[in-house]
């Protein structure tokens, strides 16, 4: 009989990527150690061990391995999630905190039988336990529409924030009004917020591959290591130094710096 839920433990180095595809099943990927960073269409997942990232059958995703990592990825066919999911499970990429009980699941399933019947109940309590969370400091919610698609390419390629709004816009042959209209409406947060995630979710990845805070914070274009640590705050809700020592701290926010205007719609 074919199994509902299959589960590979793999390790794969810095620096790997694993291309731009799509299962028929879904997936859960956990790293046990190390970071990954999760794309979709819809944003950009950073993965630390503290999170676990679920992506639906049929959702075309990559996979950028951040530093040496230890992967278990699981795999559940439809019909599994149709029997075993709970009615409100969301239909959509995600990423949820690993819970005490969640990582004692994980690590259960990676040790048995795939096929007995105590992994169809681990598989169901960790469908009930994966818990979507809404605003993810190390998510990067990404616009749908041409215009503000172009705007956050350039914003993102402006790293160390160099550009005003004004010429932001004009680079991306709109106008700041229309700029700051689209992304609310588009990612949940305001222009200005977005631009300031962009910058630390790009900081917590050289943070994760081991470079020194003050070293992050001069390459991201920041006046010093206090004016860093106070817009990594405002966004994660820690500091950059806790974030390397004990990431597990992260918090969903309701707000962060200036997105009074709308929340990020999450994964």
């Not at 006046?223 to 918090?251: W, Y």
Request: with cysteine; aromatic share 6%.
């Amino acid at each position: 009989m074919h199994t509902l839920l299959t589960v590979h433990r793999v390790s794969k180095p810095k620096g790997v990527a694993l291309p731009l595809h799509a299962h028929e099943h879904a997936q859960l990927t956990f790293a046990a150690s190390g970071m990954v960073q999760v794309h979709t269409d819809a944003g950009i997942w950073l993965v630390p061990p503290q999170l676990t990232a679920w992506i639906p059958s049929g959702i075309s995703h990559r996979l950028d391995i951040l530093t040496d990592a230890e992967l278990w990825m699981m795999h559940w066919q439809p019909a599994a999630i149709e029997a075993w999911a709970p009615s409100t499970f969301p239909h959509r990429a995600f990423v949820s905190k690993v819970t005490p009980l969640m990582r004692a699941l994980l690590a259960t399933a990676i040790e048995i039988d795939i096929r007995s019947e105590k992994a169809s109940l681990l598989a169901r309590l960790m469908l009930l336990e994966l818990d979507a969370m809404t605003d993810a400091p190390t998510y990067l919610p990404l616009p749908t529409s041409a215009v503000a698609k172009r705007v956050a390419d350039i914003a993102i390629a402006d790293y160390r924030n160099h550009l005003d709004l004004a010429e932001l816009a004009s680079r991306a042959a709109t106008s700041v009004r229309t700029a700051s209209r689209l992304f609310p409406v588009e990612t949940g947060m305001t222009l200005k917020a977005w631009r300031q995630r962009a910058r630390i979710v790009r900081t917590m990845e050289q943070l994760a591959q081991g470079r020194a805070i003050a070293h992050v914070a001069s390459e991201a274009g920041f006046s010093g290591t206090a004016a860093f640590c106070h817009a990594f705050r405002q966004v994660t809700d820690m500091t950059p130094g806790a974030f390397i020592e004990d990431p597990k701290h992260l918090n969903p926010r309701s707000q962060t710096a200036d997105s009074s205007h709308g929340n990020a719609s999450g994964a």
